[in-house]
Each structure stands twice: as C-alpha cells, then as structure tokens.
C-alpha cells in the first residue's frame, strides 16, 4: 500500500483526468451522439418497414379470403342458377307434355267424333241399301211368290192365320 | 538438480505474481551488472536484473524509449513556485537542468533538496515541494490514444452522414457500440435513463480496451497498468455516479427502506463506505489484472534467459504466447467488466423507488 501510494503520480493523475474528461465530451459531440442516432434512426427505419411489411401481409391474407368468399358466392349463385334452370327446363317440359296430351285427347275425340259420324252415316246408308235390297228382294220374292193363283192364295190364307192366331 | 531448479523458477514466478509485495533487492545491486556479460552473472545477479527490467518496463519514464536508445524527448513541466518547461532529454543520463535531474530508478529528483509531491506528503504541510506535471509516456500514451479514438470515431460517424448502413470501420465497430447500448447499458441502467451515461460507457469501454491492446505490444506503454490512471477512471464513475442520484439511492444510503430501525442505524456507515468500495474496487481490478498480466509475461521471457537452454527457450516462449493470447482476452474482459460495473452503479444511482 506504501508502495502504490508512493508510486502514485500526482502528475499523470491529472492529466489522465483532463484529457479522459475532453474525450468523454469531444467524442460525445463528434462520435457518439451522431453515430447512436444513426443507429436509432435506421432501428426505427427497420422496425417501421418490418411493421408497414406485416401490415401489407395482413392486407393480403384479407384481400385473399375476401377473393375466396367472392369465389364461393360466385359458385353457389352458379349452382342456383344450374338449379333454377334445370327446374325451368323440367317444368317447360312437363307443361308441353300436358299441352301435348290435351291436344292429342282433342284430336282424338275429333277423331272419334268423325268415327262416329261416318259410322252413323255408313250405316244409314248401309240401312238405306239394306232397305232397298229388302224391297227389291222381296219385290222379287212377292213376284215369284205371287206367280201362280195358288201361290197367293196361300199367302194370303198364311196371313189369315197368323192374323187369326193373333 | 533439474527439479531443483524448476521448483526455484515456478517460485519465482508465484513472487512476482505477488506484484504489491515488497520490492526485491534489485536496487541494492543494480548497474553491477553492466559490468559483468550476462553469462558471468550469478544467479542471483540474473534474477535481479530481471526484475529490474520488469519494474523499468511496468513503470512511468520521461522519455519515449521503444528500445535502448531509439525514442525521443518528452515535455518535462514543473511547478516549484514558478512555471519550469524543458526537454526531457536536458535531464535524462545524467544530466541536470534548472535543478533538476532524473535518477537510475528513473524518478525526477530535485538537485537543490526539494522533495517531489506525492500522495503521503501532499498534505504533511512538508515545504519545498514541487510538482511534477511532466508530459510523461503514459501522459503521451493517453494524448496519442485520445487523439486516436476521437479520429476513428469521428471517421465512423462520417459514414453514417452518406448512408444509414455501416461501412468500413464502423462495420466493425458498430456491434460493440450497439452491444455495449443493449447489454449493458439499457438492462442495468433502464431504458428511460440509459441514454445520458452513454457517452461515458462507451468513451470508457473503448479507452480502456484499446489502452489494454497497446500495452500488451511490445512497445511498453502500458497505461492501465498504472494506479493512477485507473483511480482517475474510477474518480469519474464516483462523480458520475454521486452527482447524477436520485433521492432513492440516497435513501437507501441512509435509511435504508424496510428494515428495523436499529438495522437502518447499523447500515448506514456500511452503505456510505460501499460509496466509496464500488470505485475503488473498479480501481484495483483494472490496475491488478493487467499489472498481473504484464508481470506474468516478463517473468516466463525472463525464465528463458535464466535457463539459457533451447528447452527453456521453446517451453516457455510457447507459454509466453498462450499467456499473451489469454492476455488479449483479458484487455476486453477488463474494459467490458469496467464498464459493466460502471453502469450496474449507475443503474443503481438512478433506481426508482419500487
């Protein structure tokens, strides 16, 4: 302890001191404060790009669900319209093939109107040929039957006895 | 005889490690050995002059020497009365000039009796006193490498004037600044106060580690080796530290918070002589461990030349070279350690009550 103190320079105590006190203040004014506000400057640069980087992330996961959500409405309003139409397409049918019925029954009934018609008129005339075959056969049986005076004697005694029986 | 031998040297070596103890008798037999060729010399006479270049090495001189006389003449300034300036080389060998000389230790000495002022006599009311205030190597040391520290760090705040991104040296240099900012100041200081204790932190962190780095070239300017820069490092963070407390770290000075009252009676001194302890010990740390270093070193390239053997030569260079590679650590673990402490008082000065 004698030692270190006597070795103890007074001298070089002191200007240690003076010159560490005017660095301690040249570097503060020409060094340190510049070059930690540099540094402080371009921390905030950093974390600002970093912040404004997450934020245009976020921006595109929004945009990116929203153009999802887009998609999905755009493919159900699709299946609604598939839907709507194949339904349409259904009905369009179903109503033709009611029109088509209802005109085929009409052309039926027409039809059969027509049938009915003929057959009424072919049978009248069937009647009406009927009729005169009839006549005119038995025209032709009367003029046989009635050849001889025997013969219409016994028509005449034949109707008498049906007439008589009656 | 071998193990004899060794077990004198690793003797030898655990001595000067106790650097604080008392000097050897280097000083009674010294200058016998200019006399005599190194392999002439006992022993003993080896084992001092060994010592002798290991103080001469540790300590302050008035000229800038690099080897035996290639340097220059450092300013000697002295105040006895009246104002004395000259060349250090008017009193080096010899010499005297305006009553002054400088001695074999290499200490300036007054040829008309006065005493130099020092730390035991400053105050003992002694007359004829001068002062010493001689731009000494370490005073130049100190010149050169705040003149150093001011160009790079001014040159790396430059770069940053053209572009935010660091070039050049501040590439380099830009993590310690940023570590020193976010691991050591900002957790022990606290992120609203760090701000004003930086320029010290960071001035303190880089003289040190840079004055460390010079001292371990082989040029002998070891400058953290001395305790008087070290007390003036340590002067600065107790001012620092004194002057910048809140009224929390006085209260817990002096009435501690939340103790009985006779614990608080019994804390007090305590606490007022931590006051003092925390620099202080900042003080012998940085002043021991590179003395140690210093010591260590010289002492196994001294081994060398006790052994005289190419053995010796190759085990204890290869040791010498382990040693300066853990001494290279050492200069940045002192300096962080130094500033780490600082803060942690700081941050302890301006600690809110919680």
Redesign the interface.
Known sequence: ?????????????????I??????????K???????K??N??EE?IANALNSAEEAKKEMENLKSSNEKLLIEAREERDAMLKEAREIKAQIIDEAKGQAKVEADKMVAAAKEVIKNEKKAALNELKNQVASLSIDIAEKVVKQKLSTDDKQKELVNGLVEEVSLN | MVLKKLSLFVLLIVANLSF?S??TNAHSEEHHGEEKSWSEKTQEEKKSYIDQVKEHHLK?SYNFEITHGVGFSLPV?IWDGELKIFSSSKVMHGHSHAGYTVDHHGNLVSTEGKTK????N?FSGEEDLF??????K??FV??VM?LF??LL??A??KK??KS??PSGS?KFL?PI??YI?DEIARPNIGEHKYKRY???L??VFF?VWFLNLAGMTPLGIGVTN????T???A??VFLITTFTANKNYWSHIFWMPGVPMPMRIMLAPIELLGMFVKPFSLMIRLYANMTAGHVVVMSLIGLIFLFQNWFAAGAFSSLTLVLSILELLVAALQAYIFTMLAALYFGAAVEEHH
């Open positions: 302890m004698e030692k270190l103190l006597n070795d103890f320079s007074i001298g070089l105590f002191l200007w240690q001191t010159i560490f006190v005017a660095l301690i203040f040249l570097l503060r020409f060094a340190w404060k510049p070059i930690l540099a540094v400057d371009r640069n | 604080a008392e000097p302050d300034i002022a020092k730390m035991t400053l002062f010493d205030f001689s731009i000494t370490n005073v100190v010149l705040s520290l001011v760090f001014g790396m705040a940053y004037r935010q991104n501040a830009e600044v940023v900012r930086m320029s010290f960071l001035t003289f001395n305790i008087a820069v007390f003036s490092l002067l600065v």
